[in-house]
């Protein structure tokens, strides 16, 4: 199995090269993370392929590509230092993030989802996370400012605690939208935050209050 996934795990960073990212330092996460460790066995065959894979409660790991690309972003604006991500789910984003930034806090509104991301982490070693069961919606105040924050979930309008979060010269990734979305980057000058909409995506959402 090691060797095997290995392999696969270069092929899919060559077919995310192929798409664009450019990224040295996401690439060589991306391949040296076992993704496998991220979803149920009955899906593990299929876990190096550039899909997102359901991984119950509804919910999704996100598409490999978009990983990657949501990272990058984030470190081409110069986020650097403390992020939060809206959305564990799996805990992939979460282990990639960690191994590029020096903290990560991370809210998840599904108890069970947060759990099994917890143990994936620590089997990997990775113990600058926090985790907070919660809503998304709020951020994490007592934890922020955050130089980066990226929701992996899709929020029907800007979630304004996210903005209010950041610190100046701060980046937001959020997909934003219901049918049609679009991943969206805010980077925060003083009062103002400049606004890019950088593709079209497909995410679940990002659900409004209760937390399960
Ligand atoms: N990055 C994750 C994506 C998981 S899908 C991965 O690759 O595995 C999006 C996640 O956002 C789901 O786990 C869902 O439960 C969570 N979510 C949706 N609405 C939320 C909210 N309001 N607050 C916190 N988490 C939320």
Redesign the pocket.
């Known amino acids: 199995m090691l060797s095997s996934y290995k392999r696969s795990a270069h092929v899919l960073v060559q077919q995310l090269k192929t798409q664009g990212v450019q990224d040295e330092q996401v690439l060589k996460v991306m391949e040296s993370t076992p993704r496998h460790l ?1 979803v149920d066995d009955v899906l593990k065959h299929k876990s190096y392929e550039n899909t997102a894979l359901p ?1 119950g ?1 509804g ?4 598409q490999p590509y978009i ?1 990657a690309k949501m990272t990058e972003v984030l470190r081409q604006v110069g986020v650097a230092g403390k992020v939060l ?10 282990a990639i993030l960690a191994q590029l930034f020096d903290e990560v806090c991370s ?4 108890k069970a ?1 947060q759990w099994q991301a917890k143990r994936r982490l620590h089997m990997l070693d990775l113990y600058n996370v926090a985790m907070k069961h ?4 709020q951020g994490w105040q007592s934890k922020a400012p955050f130089s980066g924050i990226i929701v ?2 899709a929020a029907k309008e800007v979630p304004k605690q996210l903005l209010a979060q950041l610190e100046d010269e701060g980046a937001l990734i959020v997909p934003l939208g219901e049918q049609e979305q679009q991943l969206t980057l805010f980077v925060r000058k003083g009062k103002q935050f400049v606004e890019h909409r950088l593709a079209p995506v497909r ?6 209050g209760d ?1 399960i």
Request: glycine letters at 14%.
């Open positions: 991220f991984i409660q919910q999704t790991i996100s990983v991500e809206i959305g564990t789910g799996s805990g992939y984003q979460t809210v998840e509104r599904i989802l919660g809503d998304g919606w992996t979930a995410f679940v959402p990002l659900v409004a937390i």
